[in-house]
């Protein structure tokens, strides 16, 4: 089941249960400070490479490309329609 079709609560189980709490702590990290790969891992205390490869195995986990379409595909970050409807017509 694609992640754009599940619900908030089911986003969170589903990044749960697929990400390991390395990789949520990571991705969450990022999300909340938008710092870079590089001062990411300087503030956790490891390498940049090490910070790339956890965003490398999320992305490849959730059949993204990049950090902003995780966030989109676990529900992190809203998208508003750019119509404006609450729903989407289909």
């Given at each position: 089941?694609?992640?754009?079709?599940?619900?908030?609560?089911?986003?969170?189980?589903?990044?749960v249960?697929?990400?390991?709490?390395?990789?949520?702590?990571?991705?969450?990290?990022?999300?909340?400070?938008?710092?870079?790969?590089?001062?990411?891992?300087?503030?956790?205390?490891?390498?940049?490479?090490?910070?790339?490869?956890?965003?490398?195995?999320?992305?490849r986990?959730?059949?993204?490309s990049?950090?902003?379409?995780?966030?989109?595909?676990?529900?992190w970050?809203?998208?508003p329609?750019p119509?404006g409807?609450?729903?989407?017509?289909?």
């Amino acid at each position: 089941m694609p992640t754009s079709t599940l619900t908030d609560r089911q986003r969170q189980a589903f990044a749960v249960y697929i990400l390991t709490p390395r990789e949520r702590e990571i991705l969450a990290h990022i999300g909340r400070t938008g710092q870079t790969l590089a001062a990411t891992g300087n503030c956790l205390g490891i390498s940049e490479r090490t910070v790339k490869n956890h965003c490398e195995h999320v992305h490849r986990k959730l059949g993204v490309s990049g950090n902003l379409a995780a966030f989109i595909a676990l529900g992190w970050l809203k998208v508003p329609d750019p119509e404006g409807a609450a729903e989407p017509p289909y």
